[in-house]
C-alpha cells in the first residue's frame, strides 16, 4: 500500500481479510461508505484524505455566453 504497510497489515488493522484490501486497491471493488471509514481510521486519516479530489463544474450563467 502507499502507507508502507501490507495487505495483511492494512486488513489486520481495518478489520478485513487481506484479499479484500487487494480487489479494493486493485480497482475490482468499489468501497462502501463504511468500509472508506474503516480504512481511515486504520491509516489515521480522514475518508476524504482517501478519494480524489474532483473539479467542481461551475453552473453556466444564463443569458451569458
Known sequence: ???GLTQAELG???????????RYEGGDR???LAFL???AAALGCTPCDLL???AAEKPKKKGKP
Open 52 to 54: 480524489p479530489e474532483v
Open 1 to 3: 500500500t502507499l502507507a
Open 37 to 39: 471509514y474503516q480504512l
Open 12 to 22: 489486520s488493522r481495518a478489520g478485513m481479510l487481506p484479499q479484500a484490501v487487494a
Open 30 to 32: 468499489l468501497p462502501t
